[in-house]
């Protein structure tokens, strides 16, 4: 087994030897089968490399093998390639900022082009043409339509929770319907309602836009990991479900492309137009320039591509800080006198992006996002890579030189827990962390907070939408959604723990706990394995 680190590069960072490699697709697809074995050798054989290699787990893992080796830094080293873990804000700065220097693995995230190029999977040249695209949808005007959007399906939302009972089954797909629609609007001019699951498939397709998609994030192992002979012509059920639900959705993006080119050649390209026309005028022949244009198949990638993440990232979010409200009524009680002493009486449809956002992200509501992002980032790593050259970092008070084609990942949920930065939390959770229940603690974002402050950490150990050039261009726009939706929630109603029949709330509570920490996973993002049941509840004047 090579050691090619310690014999030809004076790199003295902690070190793991592997005989697997984190992003190998074999291992990936069959980590659950060998992991449950591997699991039961004794610990001093697994548990300075097996928490690291587990694709998903990173999370529940947490700081913990940083914290076994004594070091934020670790160079894991197998046969297949090195890969450089770390939650040191240093490094991070150092890896997110020098952007000719580290850049984005393209192999391991071409598994996204499956409509065509993205911006994601992209860099050089190709990222710069796709980010100078999507730019200008980032504006103001947006943002309010975000902020109008999140508004008004919030209210549709807690409509049908109030026509069920008051009973809240399922908040993670609602949270996914939720951001569905704001993004489908906001994007692509799309407007849904929260009857639309209810209406039959339109001419040439057999599932709905919305299921269409849905089903695509549902199969999103199977589609991303699959090859295409197989996906296509495979007659096991999961694969033609997968099949159906790439097919359909393709279609509704092209359909939305066409219609969308036969309104620019009519009407024109306004600067504050929609993400989706500007991609399409950037990828369509004779609406695009011979200096600014994109291919077309990277039209519809990168479709799908900002749905994906836009969706994801705000559903998730939405429905954590939900359930952490819902778990500390306390909170929730502050939150809702601080909006209501923001929103002065004034109704929901007279809030506004321009005067009220920035109030509430400096408040209880932006503090709860903050934290919860802490809590449940996300994405659990973000991949790096020093391809062709090696390259200079500086780790502590030395310069060690790392080899070219290592594999950077920066380990969100280490740094926002690493103890240099984050204080240590009193563990309820029985089974083991990483006790986000427990570990929640909003006030900490307050100026007004008693306790340590946390406005002037380093760089680096806050990374919730990453840093530097390939920073989230979302982030604004999942932030208005955010507090749009969060304040409209909670400025009429409370959220309650929906316990069994005779169960103590303790009982409810720590079961709750248990959920939202091992029974919590990784798909595309961080989401409970199961349902908590809630209940909404008119607040009294």
Known sequence: MPFPLSTTYDLHVKKVVLRVYFQSIPWIILQNIFIPV???????????WLPLSKWGETWHEGYQPFKRMGDDTIMIVSPE?????????????????????FVKPTEMLNILNIYGPTITAAEGEEHRIFK??????????????VWTGAIEQTEMMTQEWLDNGGSV?????????????????????????????????????SLTYGRAISAVFKYHNTIFLTPRPILNYSPMKIHKLAREAFVEWG??????????????????????????????????????????????????????????????????????AVMLLACRP???????????????????????????????????VGALMKETLRLYSALPFIPKINKNHDQPLQIGNKTHILPRDTLIMINTSATHRNPKYWSEVQKTAG??????????HPERWLQVSDAKSYHNLPQGAYVPFSEGYRDCPGQRFAQAEFCAAIARLFGEFSLELAGRPGEDYAVTLGRVEQQMSSGTIFEMGLKMKESVPLKIVRRKD
């Not at 109704?347 to 109030?359: A, C, I, Q, R, V």
């Not at 089974?431 to 929640?440: A, Q």
């Open 38 to 48: 591997l699991s039961r050798l004794p610990t001093t054989w697994t548990q300075s």
């Open 81 to 101: 390639g090195n890969i450089l873990w770390t939650c040191d804000p240093e490094v991070i700065m150092q890896v997110s900022t020098r952007r000719s220097d």
């Open 132 to 145: 100078k695209v999507a730019s200008p949808s980032f504006n103001d005007k947006n943002f309010q339509s």
């Open 169 to 205: 089954t399922n908040l993670t797909d609602c949270a996914a319907k939720l951001a569905l629609h704001i993004i489908s609007k906001v994007f692509f001019g799309k407007k849904m309602m929260w009857t639309d699951d209810d209406t039959k498939p339109g001419p040439g397709h």
């Open 330 to 364: 306390d909170y929730q009680s502050s939150l809702q006198a601080e909006v209501d002493t923001l929103m002065s009486g004034r109704k929901p449809h007279e809030w506004s992006y321009k005067e009220d956002f920035s109030k509430l992200m400096h408040g209880r």
């Open 251 to 320: 279609k509704y993006m092209e359909e939305m492309r066409d219609s969308t080119a036969q309104h620019l050649r009519t009407h024109g390209l306004k600067e504050d137009g929609t993400l989706l026309e500007h991609f399409v005028k950037a990828g369509t022949s004779g609406l695009n320039s011979a200096d600014f244009s994109i291919s077309e198949p990277a039209v519809l990638g990168n479709i799908f591509c900002f749905i994906l993440a836009g969706h994801e990232t705000s559903a998730n979010i939405f429905t954590f």
């Open 431 to 440: 089974d083991g962390p990483p006790y986000p229940l427990s570990d929640f």
